[in-house]
């Protein structure tokens, strides 16, 4: 194998891996842009690896196979990492499900089947943007009402429209007002019910919220 089809490869990888991240990095995802580029040019070159000792040494086929799934029980462990337990609800499986895919997108660039590869990234990227869209539009939306009491402090609100933008949250007829030393905050959005208890969670360990009522 020639220095130029190993630069080929990492160069792909790059390229399909950062196509996925960029989707996650948009999305607000803890697994972004640079990660799903690692992870995806770390396989590679490991499955690039494999085939140059198995051409160079008359190694077996057989290793090829037991080193993808070594790569793919490793990051499996990583995208463990991205999987958190918030008031009962599972969050992160969608990231660590993603950074599993990438890996084995790597292994299939570092195997040398290339269009094979591009197939495979432009199905994800279909599901992960298309699907997410039609979950949002038509799955399991509710309408919630939020009345928030939090200290008078002038990045509340700015903290507030982060953590929505952070969750993919619109927030719809916010109202704000003072009272004393204290803001008192109103607004609506439409979402699923685990899209909720995530936000929620974000909500209460901003340090300033002092009262929230739910309708």
Not at 47 to 66: F, N, Q
Request: proline share 1%; charged share 20%.
């Amino acid at each position: 194998m020639e220095i130029l089809e190993v630069l080929l490869k990492l160069i792909l990888a790059i390229a399909l891996g950062g196509l996925i991240g960029l989707e996650r990095e948009a999305s607000q995802k803890p697994a972004g842009f640079r990660t799903n580029i690692l992870v995806c040019v770390g396989s590679t070159m490991m499955m690039t690896l494999a085939v140059l000792l198995v051409r160079s040494k008359g190694g077996e086929a057989d290793s090829l196979i037991r080193l993808a799934a070594g790569v793919i029980t490793g990051v499996g462990f990583l995208g463990a990492g991205t999987i958190f337990q918030a008031r009962g609800t599972i969050a992160g499986l969608t990231t660590a499900s993603t950074l599993w895919l990438v890996a084995g997108l790597g292994l299939v660039i570092g195997a040398g089947y290339y269009v094979p590869a591009l197939i495979f990234t432009a199905l994800t990227i279909t599901t992960l943007l298309l699907f997410h869209r039609i979950e949002d539009t038509y799955l399991r939306k509710s309408q919630f009402h939020y009345h928030l009491k939090a200290k008078a402090r002038p990045y509340i609100l700015a903290s507030l429209r982060k953590l929505a933008l952070h969750h993919g949250v619109r927030l719809e007829r916010l109202t704000m007002k003072q009272d004393g030393s204290s803001y008192l905050l109103a607004f609506s959005f439409s979402a699923s019910e685990e899209k909720e208890q995530e936000f929620n969670q974000g909500l209460l360990e901003l340090a300033d919220i002092e009262e929230l009522k739910i309708d």
